[in-house]
T-cell receptor
Framework: GAGVSQSPRYKVAKRGQDVALRCDPI?????LFWYQQALGQGPEFLTY????????KSGLPSDRFFAERPEGSVSTLKIQRTQQEDSAVYLC??????????????FGSGTRLTVV | QKEVEQNSGPLSVPEGAIASLNCTYS??????FFWYRQYSGKSPELIMF????GDKEDGRFTAQLNKASQYVSLLIRDSQPSDSATYLC???????????????FGKGITLSVRP
């Protein structure tokens, strides 16, 4: 597609509920990143895929967070048993080459998750 | 010490003034540096990147990099109310090889341009 597409745009979850957030990167982009942005803070790295391989998941805050990109295009970030501290905007970004490359990357519009 | 620090702000300047936004980073191996603009409720958008020491100009924006001092800045000339946003500094941190590089962001500086 022309840009990075994320869905849903907004998600309200009850505490303890599982959620799945979807990211469709720019067509042909090799690298895909997930970030978490709390209110008033910069984006914090969660995980990185190069094609279907998850090369870095060092930023995932707990084992409740899981991400996949099985065919090297669309990615899903799953959060199990959501907690209030999971409330944030989840941003997906993609870049054409391996890693962030020399040109940075393009962000999607994000999914705002609110856990009540 | 955080990897990328943006400690000043919020910043308020009058329309037409120069806005100066500063950022320091801790990893001397960092190779590329980015400025993103984020309007309230929107996602970050890339406005400038710089690799080499010195200045890089693009329209009203100038990025400045000093690797010895581990310092990168963004100057916005002739500031406009439409420049009011949060500006995020990001640094390309090389992990286990270039292919594992990722951007690490500062917390951002909120700029307000007064008409």
């Amino acid at each position: 597609g022309a840009g990075v597409s994320q869905s849903p745009r907004y998600k309200v979850a009850k505490r303890g509920q599982d959620v799945a957030l979807r990211c469709d990167p720019i067509s042909g982009h090799v690298s895909l990143f997930w970030y978490q942005q709390a209110l008033g803070q910069g984006p914090e790295f969660l995980t990185y895929f190069q094609n279907e391989a998850q090369l870095d998941k060092s930023g995932l805050p707990s084992d409740r967070f899981f991400a996949e990109r099985p065919e090297g295009s669309v990615s899903t970030l799953k959060i199990q048993r959501t907690q209030q501290e999971d409330s944030a905007v989840y941003l997906c970004a993609s870049s054409p080459g391996g890693g962030a490359g020399g040109y940075g990357y393009t962000f999607g519009s994000g999914t705002r998750l609110t856990v009540v | 010490q955080k990897e990328v620090e943006q400690n000043s702000g919020p910043l308020s300047v009058p329309e037409g003034a120069i806005a100066s936004l500063n950022c320091t980073y801790s990893d001397r191996g960092s190779q590329s540096f980015f400025w993103y603009r984020q309007y309230s409720g929107k996602s970050p958008e890339l406005i400038m990147f710089i690799y080499s020491n010195g200045d890089k100009e693009d329209g009203r924006f100038t990025a400045q990099l000093n690797k010895a001092s581990q310092y990168v800045s963004l100057l916005i000339r002739d500031s406009q109310p439409s420049d009011s946003a949060t500006y995020l500094c990001a640094v390309n941190i090389i992990g286990r090889g270039r292919a594992n590089s990722k951007l690490t962001f500062g917390k951002g500086i909120t700029l307000s341009v007064r008409p």
